[in-house]
């Protein structure tokens, strides 16, 4: 895995966007969530919950998009996020 800072409650929503996708695709999903990660932040960056939705928007293909935005949103410390 990718060395990232994870603040607030990133890391809960990191492993529970990936519980969102297929198990036949969580590891692409999890490399890919980790690139899209990386350009956002920088490898070793802080990573916060509004990264993690970021990525996920720009990595998750658009039938899956919806589920993995619902799957996190619980583990949200600001729902908000998602409106953004």
């Given at each position: ?37 990386a ?46």
């Open positions: 895995m990718a060395e990232f800072n994870w603040l607030e409650n990133s890391r809960a929503v990191f492993d529970e966007s990936l519980k969102a996708a297929p198990a036949p695709f969580r590891g692409v999903s999890k490399k890919n969530l980790e690139k899209g990660l350009k956002i932040v920088g490898e070793g960056g802080d990573v916060r919950e509004a990264d993690i939705v970021q990525a996920i928007k720009a990595t998750t293909p658009a039938p899956f998009l919806a589920l993995g935005l619902k799957t996190i949103g619980p583990h949200l410390t600001d729902p908000s996020i998602l409106d953004g």
